[in-house]
């Protein structure tokens, strides 16, 4: 079984532990001008596989939008180590997510990883759109990040020519359909290839990104998440 997205030398994530994760940070600012809630969909990348809560990608988005008076309440993430399209799809089904203000897709790694097929994953992508804008009440307040390059890690060494060509393809892929479906994509794999295999990029199993990598992803989405919601407001 995959334990991590990318590896399986690591104890897999508990299956009784709660999917639907909620940020447990105060909900409320005395500086907050809007508020929306927020749900985070994708693998071991959103739910911060070896970072604390606090520096999961989307938590770290709730910090920083809080700094320009928005707020994110809930951030609720339906994600885990080692999902694929197909395993994203049936927990949705399964758990039957409410509308959200804004909700954000980051999947496909462990497709390539478990060498899925690429029309499997095709299909299932195109279908997590559907089940996504429907979530978010319209692609307006939906965001898709890029798959990160994991081949620039030692887990990737002894290909990473090959997984980045993979990789490329994938969000080749879903830029694609993004474009052709009107919704913003945001890429942030050259951020996970600049950075390497650099000790302060990677969590502490040498694979997953670090709380600081997270944070330069984070830097990249703000202004773009920012733009989305004023949009989705006017």
Not at 159 to 176: D, F, L, S, V, W
Request: net charge negative; glycine share 6%; with cysteine.
């Amino acid at each position: 079984m995959l334990s991590v997205s990318c590896t399986d030398d690591e104890t897999p994530m508990n299956q009784n532990q709660i999917l639907l994760a909620t940020d447990p940070t105060p909900n409320n600012s005395p500086n907050v001008s809007q508020s929306f809630s927020y749900l985070a969909l994708g693998d071991s990348y959103t739910i911060g596989q070896g970072v604390t809560e606090e520096s999961r990608w989307p938590n770290q988005l709730k910090t920083q939008l809080l700094t320009k008076s928005i707020q994110l309440i809930p951030v609720d993430i339906i994600a885990q180590t080692g999902w694929t399209t197909e395993d994203l799809l049936t927990a949705i089904e399964a758990q039957r997510p409410d509308q959200y203000d804004l909700v954000s897709l980051l999947i496909g790694v462990n497709n390539q990883f478990q060498k899925r097929p690429f029309s499997q994953f095709e299909s299932e992508f195109e279908e997590l759109l559907e089940k996504t804008i429907v979530i978010a009440g319209g692609k307006q307040h939906l965001f898709v990040v890029s798959i990160p390059d994991y081949g620039v890690t030692r887990f990737g060494s002894g290909n990473p020519g090959g997984i980045a060509t993979e990789i490329n393809a994938y969000n080749a892929y879903i830029q694609q359909q993004c474009i052709k479906r009107d919704i913003l994509y945001l890429d942030i794999t050259e951020i996970s290839r600049s950075l390497g295999d650099n000790s302060t990029a990677l969590a502490d199993d040498g694979l997953h990104p670090s709380g600081a990598q997270y944070l330069k992803w984070v830097e990249k989405i703000l202004p773009e998440v920012i733009k989305l919601l004023q949009n989705a407001n006017d």
